[in-house]
């Protein structure tokens, strides 16, 4: 949305307890509940854009239910047409998955160009990694885009990116580097690094990022 001004939809797909709108620190008047309350055959464009909020940034967030249950009435038919109509759009859309393999989860998966896999450096993560790119593989994914992201989360002693790699078999793309204090500062005032300080280091990491996994295009 910054870089390219393209119109960049972020879509929390974790439909119990998701937080994206808190982290860009958007009030919850519309969420995935002003969608899911109506049969899909009536979700359409004009439905889909009023339940999005907006950030400073430009950039459009469909939040998750404010209460856990509303998320239950979310179902793989509801979101594969929102999905649908985001993409038809927006240049871009984000979508912040949930631990799992769920039907909408899959939804999403199944319509992503891109896959970024964040992991830490420590063995239950690394382990969790490879078994989610092994359940990628029995889904037909392509594994090429798959691209591992290491989120440093701890000053030390971190199994090295090597050895991740050599027991993943598959290069790591992406180093977020530890940095706490930035990380937390951004999260518990809502406001993202690459929009309250853009240069610095680890906001030009984040702008980096987007940059790589940006259109062909653009």
Not at 18 to 37: D, E, F, H, R, V
């Amino acid at each position: 949305a910054q870089i390219w001004e393209a119109p960049t939809t972020l879509v929390d797909m974790v439909l119990t307890g998701g937080q994206s709108a808190l982290y860009l620190n958007l009030p919850i008047k519309n969420t995935w509940a002003n969608i899911a309350q109506f049969p899909t055959d009536e979700i359409d464009d004009y439905l889909v854009q009023s339940a999005l909020l907006t950030h400073d940034s430009g950039v459009f967030a469909l939040a998750s239910p404010a209460r856990p249950e509303l998320g239950e009435l979310i179902t793989l038919n509801k979101a594969t047409k929102v999905l649908s109509i985001l993409r038809e759009l927006n240049e871009y859309v984000v979508l912040d998955l949930p631990h799992d393999f769920s039907s909408t989860t899959l939804a999403g998966l199944d319509r992503a160009d891109v896959i970024l896999l964040v992991l830490q450096p420590e063995i239950p993560s690394i382990r969790s990694a490879g078994l989610t790119l092994e359940t990628f593989r029995e889904l037909g994914y392509n594994l090429d885009k798959v691209h591992l992201i290491l989120n440093w989360t701890f000053p030390r002693n971190g199994v090295s990116r090597q050895d991740i790699e050599t027991f993943l078999k598959k290069e790591i793309t992406q180093v977020i580097p530890f940095a706490s204090e930035e990380i937390l500062r951004g999260i518990n005032h809502g406001i993202p690094l690459v929009y309250s300080d853009p240069e610095s280091p680890l906001g030009e990491i984040f702008e980096d990022i987007a940059l790589r996994f940006s259109k062909v295009d653009h």
